[in-house]
């Protein structure tokens, strides 16, 4: 997270009731508040606020009697993960386990439904497969490694050459 003249690192915590802690920098924070409309109700560390808010693509703005604050925010990485996950762009993980073989290299061009690698744990091999057609884009795990489930093995990309391909045959 960040404002227009400095970045910052921020650990938040939910703990429920719209109670957080915070840990930005240094510092550790008790936060409570409400968000409603344009509007955030705030107590931090024992002091309350209220200031107007406006978000726009990746950032807040907020505007309070003590001035204003322009925050760009940055999705966690398991959010961009999450999405990838749900669009077809990972492979990860299926379980926790040693990754046996991996089967693809940057660069190959896959296809849906093609094994591109190999869990082994508790005795059983699985198989992973490609959740669709593409290329290798990265692979971010090496054969031995013991892996934890949902965790990132390897990304696809479009295949650009696909409809080059295509065209090409006609």
Do not use: C, W
């Not at 309350?48 to 604050?69: D, M, P, Q």
């Not at 990485?77 to 073989?101: E, I, P, R, S």
């Amino acid at each position: 997270m960040g404002t227009r003249d400095q970045e910052y690192d921020v650990d938040v915590t939910y703990l429920g009731d719209n109670n957080f802690v915070m840990i930005v920098g240094d510092e550790t924070l008790a936060v409570s508040g409400s968000l409603k409309d344009d509007s955030l109700s705030s107590v931090i560390n024992g002091r309350a606020s209220t200031v107007r808010t406006a978000r726009l693509k990746g950032s807040v703005h907020t505007f309070g009697v003590e001035g204003e604050l322009h925050l760009d925010v940055t999705p966690p990485a398991f959010l961009a993960a999450a999405n990838d996950a749900a669009t077809g762009n990972v492979v990860m993980a299926t379980m926790d386990g040693q990754l046996m073989q991996i089967m693809v290299k940057p660069g190959d061009v896959v296809e849906e439904g093609q094994p591109v690698a190999m869990l082994f744990a508790m005795k059983m091999e699985s198989v992973l497969r490609s959740p669709r057609a593409g290329v290798v884009a990265s692979v971010s795990a090496e054969e031995g490694a013991q892996v934890a489930i949902n965790q990132l093995l390897m990304t696809l990309e479009e295949n650009d050459e696909e409809g080059d391909d295509a065209e090409g045959a006609n």
